[in-house]
Structure formats: C-alpha cells, structure tokens
C-alpha cells in the first residue's frame, strides 16, 4: 500500500501541493499518494486524531491551522516554534513532529534566484506582519543575521514582529508612510500583505519611487505571477522575484523531511508555470 500524505486546511481546492508531490513521488521511484483534505478552523483536533488513526506519514498545514495546530503535536522544532507555525508534519513512531519550512523556502529561493544579494547580507524590509511575514522575516533575521524592519497596516503588529526579530539583529516597526520615505535603505523589500490575491488591487501596497536602482522586490503571492507591487517595481526597473520558488522549496523541505530525498525543484518551477500558472 501507498504511504499517505497530505494538506490540511480550508479552503485548499485550487492548491498545487498534490500536483507537485505526487510528480515527485512517481519521479524518485517513491511509493505515496497525496490528498487534499479540506479541515474547516473548528474540526482541527478530530482531524488530528483521524490522521494520527490512518498512519499518515507526513502532511502539509495552511490557512487557518498553522497556529493552532502547534498544541495538538508530540514535538515541535525550535525554528517553528520561534515563528509560532507549522506547516509540515511528519508521522514517526506514532509521534506527532512539526516544522515550518516557509521561511527557508523563502531564503533558498532568494539563495538560487538571486545569489549575489545574499551574500552582500542585505537590509530587508517586509511589508506585513502576519503569519507568512513571521515565517520569512524571522528565518532571514535568525539565518542571516540580516537587519529586517518591519511595515505593516496595524503598527501593534509590526512592533511585536521587529521585536523579535531583534533578538537576532537589528529590526524597526515602521508606518506604509515612514517606509516609503526611507525606502532607499533596503536592498531587498518583500510584500508578505495578502492585498494581491484581490484581483481588483490595482495599486502598489506601498510607493515605490524612494527605492535605489538595483533593488530587489519579492512578493510571497505566485498567482496572479505578477501583483501590482511587482508589476509596479518592473517598471520602476528593478529586478523582481514572485512566491513560485518559495512554494516549491517549501514543498521539497517537506518532501525530504518526508522521504529522506531533497527533490529537484526548478524542474518543477517550470512544470507548475506550464500546466497549472
Ligand atoms: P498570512 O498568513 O498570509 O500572512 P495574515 O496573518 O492574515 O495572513 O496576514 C495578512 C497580512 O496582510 C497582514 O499584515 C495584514 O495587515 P494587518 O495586520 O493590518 O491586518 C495585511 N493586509 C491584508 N489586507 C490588507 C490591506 N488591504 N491593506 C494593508 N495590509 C493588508
């Protein structure tokens, strides 16, 4: 019999999870099947339970459980534990283990796409302070020792986030309008805002004009492939990076928590762009 994985959240209908791993499971020679499971906010700990019952062996977390799930397992890593999310579980002995592979889905990503910002270890801004901006700006300040500030809507969260990040290096809380004015400290800037999944936002989140030449603009939203954020830095001129790439490293750090085999993923990116993006 096949292992089972899968992705538990709601809604998940349009996810490309399933198309992704079960392409890596018949590439590699692996024997799994994986499956949406829709788990709506208040059916969380029957759905762990049921999946603890069916023995699967490994499955992704989203919207909305990331959070709540992290009281339900037997363990849960250090890294996720900082961020406060999960969104990879692995079934082992009957134990419940926990990870979150965004933020480092995120930062390899960056590491591939655009090597050379890496190693100059940028000034970030991250604009939002939600659960994707934790995952990212949390995981850049830890692994790079980079300076991340922080901008987003409600002030209250943006300082709670900088703050943590401050544990690691230095780290700001700013308004949309104090970012904007100081935009040409950063070298890299990352919209983590859910704005651009609105097909109506027309607008860039933030104004863009302050921003040096050369710098990089990354936006953790794949599908539209370009938001207005994006869509605004292209044709200021800078160089722009979209979520696709966090999306498939994120899925191969679960693959391999899962299996043991860290898949090819630029293959990948190109197989979802082709048949699904
Ligand atoms: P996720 O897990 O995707 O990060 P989230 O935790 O709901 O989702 O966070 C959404 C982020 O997008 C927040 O930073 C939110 O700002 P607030 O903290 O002020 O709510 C931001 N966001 C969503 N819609 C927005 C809008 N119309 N304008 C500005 N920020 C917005």
Same mark, same amino acid.
């Given at each position: ?32 099947d ?10 969380l700990?029957?759905?762990?339970s /049921?999946i603890?019952?069916a &023995?699967?062996?490994?499955? @992704?977390? *989203?919207?909305p459980?990331?959070? $709540? ?23 082992t ?7 979150n592979?965004?933020g ?18 940028p ?10 901006a ?6 850049l300040? /830890?692994?790079?020792?980079? &300076?991340v500030?922080?901008? @987003?809507? *409600?002030?209250?969260?943006?300082? $709670?986030?900088?703050a943590?990040?401050g ?14 004015r ?12 859910s704005?651009?999944l ?14 040096l ?8 939203i ?29 899925? $191969? ?11 090819e993923t ?12």
């Amino acid at each position: 019999m096949e292992d089972k994985y899968g992705l538990i959240g709601a809604p998940i209908a349009h996810s490309l999870s399933p198309a992704m791993h079960n392409f890596w499971f018949e590439e590699y020679g692996i024997s799994g099947d994986y499956r949406l499971y829709p788990v709506e906010k208040c059916d969380l700990v029957q759905a762990v339970s /049921r999946i603890k019952e069916a &023995r699967v062996k490994g499955f @992704n977390v *989203t919207f909305p459980h990331k959070t $709540a799930i992290l009281s339900l397992l037997d363990e849960v890593d250090e890294a996720a534990e900082v961020i406060g999310a999960v969104n990879t579980v692995v079934q082992t002995g009957g134990r419940l283990i926990g990870y979150n592979t965004d933020g480092i889905g995120f930062l390899k990503g960056l590491q591939r796409n655009f090597p050379s910002f890496i190693n100059k270890r940028p000034s970030i801004l991250v604009i939002g302070a939600g659960g994707a901006a934790r995952s990212v700006a949390l995981t850049l300040a /830890r692994a790079m020792g980079a &300076r991340v500030d922080i901008c @987003n809507r *409600t002030c209250s969260k943006a300082v $709670a986030l900088s703050a943590a990040c401050g544990a690691y290096s230095d780290s700001d809380a700013l308004k949309f309008d104090q970012a904007e004015r100081q935009l040409d400290r950063y070298q890299v800037v990352i919209n983590t805002t859910s704005i651009g999944l609105n097909p109506d936002a027309d607008h860039s989140v933030i104004h863009l004009n302050r921003a040096l030449p050369g710098t990089l603009f990354a936006d953790l939203i794949y599908s539209p492939r370009r938001t207005a954020f994006l869509r605004e830095a292209e044709r200021l001129g800078h160089p722009v990076m979209n979520g696709l790439s966090m999306l498939v490293y994120q899925g $191969a750090l679960a693959f391999q928590k899962w299996t043991g085999v860290f898949p090819e993923t630029v293959k990948m990116e190109n197989h979802l762009i082709k048949m699904y993006l």
